[in-house]
């Protein structure tokens, strides 16, 4: 059932285990040089964000599972394929991640069948384990070396104050954001509406699922839906099914929620 903190209604998530183990991670390789393709080939990347699991596979310690939103414009004569081999994630250390296995396991997946024929864009989301959250660019290789870049980096507000989703404790959350949570779930930077016709929800959050105004208790808070097996929860947050008490299934709808401490 919700729970009840400070005047807001919180749902929270029940810990479960991880009978798979961690992820096999995506390989370290040196990041090649970044030119230009000579097909034409330029990708763009959206959604940047971290998935804390995928299908209940969790990232090796000291790794993060990054989840990137991928297109792909063939301006070139041959087609360009879409295998998740062929992207990497760079950190700002200098080191490039090519894409995980359990890419295979998340929504609308880079596939090695796949291609982007001449003149046509292609879509399709990827899944890098890297050992730093500090990114730099994704990388695309095409069968003739050269390849295409796009700067890319995970989601900021201020500095020094907590973005959506993020743990908060004694840490200042950016403006409008509350630090919300307790009772043995962690403290998180949440945003507070008005009532169910509020837009700002969905104006304030732009990632993956949506965003709506829940009015609970003597406040309003935004609720942001999830699918399980994909967690596109921002920050910390975990996606749990609609009682809001355990995690939600592969493919089930659900809340991103704070997680238990």
Known sequence: ????????????????SNGNGPGSGSAPVDAPAHTTSSEGVTIGAANVHEVPSVATIRPAQGHEFIAVDITLTNTGTKPAPLDPAQFALETAAGIAFTASP??????????????????????????????????????YT????????????LPTTTTGAGALGAACG??????PLTCLGGSGYAMTCQATCTGTNDPSCSQMYTGSGTAACYPGGSAAFCIIGCTGGTNQCPGILVCTNVDGMTAASPGEMGFCSPPPT
């Open 1 to 16: 059932m919700p729970r009840w903190f400070a005047g807001f209604l919180i749902l929270v998530a029940c810990s479960s």
């Open 102 to 139: 359990v890419t295979s396991e998340y929504t609308d997946p880079c596939d090695t069948s796949a291609s982007v024929e001449p003149a046509a864009t292609g879509k399709c989301s990827a899944v890098f384990e890297v050992d730093s959250t500090m990114l730099s660019q994704l990388i």
């Open 142 to 153: 095409l069968t003739d070396g050269t390849t295409a870049t796009v700067t890319v980096a």
């Open 170 to 175: 004694s840490a200042q959350c950016a403006a």
